[in-house]
């Protein structure tokens, strides 16, 4: 790590642009978006400091980011400007990331970053837990008659999204490559830091994708493994569809729901598809560790291809038995805690 020539101190500003702009993106493969929200949080602890302590940031140092001032931060956040929990908490975890790597980087740095760690964020409050029924699922599902092309289309990604619990962003970048209709049928996501996991595909969903595939990809076995699976037609070529397009397809499809199914909620967001495929998985009986595998919370073997297969044939017979027209009738409600389970896999 640099230092200050005059007083031989770690530079702070050194430290933290290698942090920001090549150790988070190159090393630990950030996105963008997951850099720039770190780069915030830094630049909110050093907007306090300046504000407080009267001090220019040409004269921060490491010595500014003791245990004292972190805490006093804290509570100028949470009590002196109302900052949500789960802000306070998203600063203080960038802040803490950083001084773990500044310490990595100089051993003089080390318990300052100990010091740091022991520090907790407000509790966030515990918000209810929402899904859909299987009526109201069904009502959306159902609410693209199929009558256009377009009307199709989305039915089908709606499909996919809840069978496949997929992320939104996992969903708009399908290929065909992606897709494997073969015994096992399954699909290959690719999540955050690029990640990918294998979620088997169930019978009607494939029957459902071969329909799919003869009308909007003819000869698809014969068509770029790069072809976006869903697509909007730009200067005449297949072009993947952005988040809010299936945002917005989502919402419409509810709201057209809603004529005949009243109860779905008024906001209605892709993740709750999500959220939705893992509680009807769990009211069957699905143990967690399924499910989180399905939600992509578990990295596969990408080693062994008998290792990932066998792993899918339990997964897919698990899926099996849980679909949204439950029958037998749940004999226990879900206790609080069993809900927050599932709402944490995010």
């Known amino acids: 790590m640099r230092r200050d020539p005059v007083t031989g101190s770690p530079d702070l500003f050194g430290c933290a642009r290698d942090y920001l702009h090549v150790y988070l993106p190159a090393v630990r493969a950030m996105s963008p978006r997951t850099a720039e929200a770190y780069r915030i949080s830094l630049e909110s602890y050093l907007d306090y400091l300046t504000a407080t302590e009267h001090t220019s940031r040409e004269k921060l140092s490491f010595d500014h980011f003791d245990r004292l001032r972190l805490k006093a931060w804290l509570a100028w956040m949470s009590t002196g400007h109302q900052y949500a929990p789960a802000t306070v908490a998203l600063r203080l975890s960038a802040v803490k990331s950083f001084l773990a790597y500044a310490a990595q980087e100089d051993i003089t740095l080390i318990a300052l970053s100990q010091a740091a760690q022991v520090l907790k964020a407000p509790r966030q409050p515990r918000n209810p837990i929402t899904y859909l029924t299987p009526d109201q699922l069904r009502a959306v599902l159902a609410a693209n008659t199929g009558s256009t092309a377009k009307s199709r289309r989305n039915r089908m990604l709606l499909i996919m999204l809840?069978?496949?619990?997929?992320?939104?962003?996992?969903?708009?970048?399908?290929?065909?490559?992606d897709l494997h209709l073969a015994e096992p049928a399954h699909v290959t996501l690719t999540g955050k830091r690029n990640k990918t996991r294998v979620v088997p595909l169930t019978g009607k969903t494939i029957a459902h994708l071969r329909v799919y595939l003869d009308e909007f990809h003819p000869g698809y076995a014969r068509q770029p493994a790069s072809r976006p699976l869903f697509y909007s037609r730009r200067d005449q070529q297949p072009a993947r569809l952005s988040a809010d397009t299936v945002a917005g397809v989502l919402a419409r499809a509810a709201d057209t729901a809603r004529r005949d199914c009243p109860s779905i909620p008024g906001k209605i967001h892709c993740h709750l598809l999500r959220k939705t495929k893992a509680m009807d998985l769990y009211q069957q009986g699905i143990p967690l560790p399924i499910i989180m595998r399905l939600l992509?919370?578990?990295?596969?073997?990408?080693?062994?291809?008998?290792?990932?297969?066998?792993?899918?044939?339990?997964?897919?017979?698990?899926?099996?038995?849980?679909?949204?027209?439950?029958?037998?009738?749940i004999t226990e409600p879900l206790t609080e805690d069993q809900l927050q389970v599932l709402y944490s896999l995010r």
């Open 162 to 177: 809840y069978e496949s619990a997929a992320r939104v962003s996992e969903l708009t970048a399908l290929r065909l490559g």
């Open 296 to 329: 992509g919370h578990e990295n596969a073997s990408t080693t062994s291809d008998f290792y990932a297969f066998a792993t899918l044939d339990m997964m897919r017979q698990a899926i099996a038995r849980a679909t949204p027209a439950v029958t037998a009738a």
